[in-house]
């Protein structure tokens, strides 16, 4: 299992929240996805090999954010 913090830009609120994690955790290889308001980033845990970060940057960029 591996671990990456994604910086994100727009994140303001608990729904934003919601959504990320949520389009995150439907990922196949997503494990857990944890987005910290304060910081401005998502941290997920994911099987190497089953989905990518350029991936999950694209999921979070189609719910409207913008990756850092």
């Known amino acids: 299992?591996?671990?990456?913090?994604?910086l994100v830009k727009g994140m303001t609120c608990?729904?934003?929240?919601?959504?990320v994690e949520g389009a995150?955790?439907?990922l196949e290889?997503?494990?857990n996805a944890d987005v910290n308001l304060a910081d401005n980033n998502?941290?997920?845990d994911y099987e190497?090999?089953?989905v990518t970060v350029a991936k999950m940057k694209e999921e979070i960029e189609e719910q409207g954010y913008d990756v850092i």
């Open 29 to 31: 290889g997503v494990s």
């Open 24 to 26: 995150l955790k439907n």
């Open 48 to 50: 190497e090999g089953a």
């Open 1 to 6: 299992m591996k671990k990456e913090v994604i």
């Open 42 to 44: 998502v941290t997920v």
């Open 14 to 19: 608990n729904h934003c929240k919601s959504s």
